[in-house]
């Protein structure tokens, strides 16, 4: 089963920028969304951006402005730019990613991936 392989985390000071990426281990077709989320220490996973089929992207309010989310077709790799980071983005990161294929009987099915998740951590 192919796996989403995520890298680009670390360490970085306030108002430094990092920039994750995210690209699956074999060969996905038929991808229409993707997204990334993120979890800080004893909180719920949340939504950080998603990139829909027609590369619109909605961004979590905490971010805007500061986050770009966006994806390379050709290398079928998804990435997310972070700058100006505060120390409240510190989490570990995970992109996520749909797709549809072709069953045994020939019939159209929903799949979905996770990334292993990568570390960002921003000093306060």
């Known amino acids: 089963q192919e796996q989403l392989v995520e890298s680009g985390g670390g360490l970085v000071q306030p108002g430094g920028s990092l920039r994750l990426s995210c690209a699956p281990s074999g060969s996905i077709e038929n991808m229409y969304a993707m997204a990334w989320y993120r979890q800080a220490p004893g909180k719920q996973r949340e939504l950080v951006a998603n990139?829909?089929?027609?590369?619109?992207?909605n961004y979590a309010d905490s971010v805007k402005g500061r986050f770009t989310a966006f994806r390379d077709n050709a290398n079928n790799t998804m990435y997310l730019q972070m700058n100006d980071l505060e120390p409240e983005d510190k989490a570990v990161y995970y992109c996520?990613?749909?797709?549809?294929?072709?069953?045994?009987?020939?019939?159209?099915?929903?799949?979905?991936?996770w990334g292993q998740g990568t570390q960002v951590t921003v000093p306060s």
């Open positions: 996520y990613l749909e797709f549809c294929f072709l069953d045994q009987e020939k019939l159209w099915n929903r799949g979905t991936r």
């Open positions: 990139i829909q089929s027609d590369d619109r992207v």
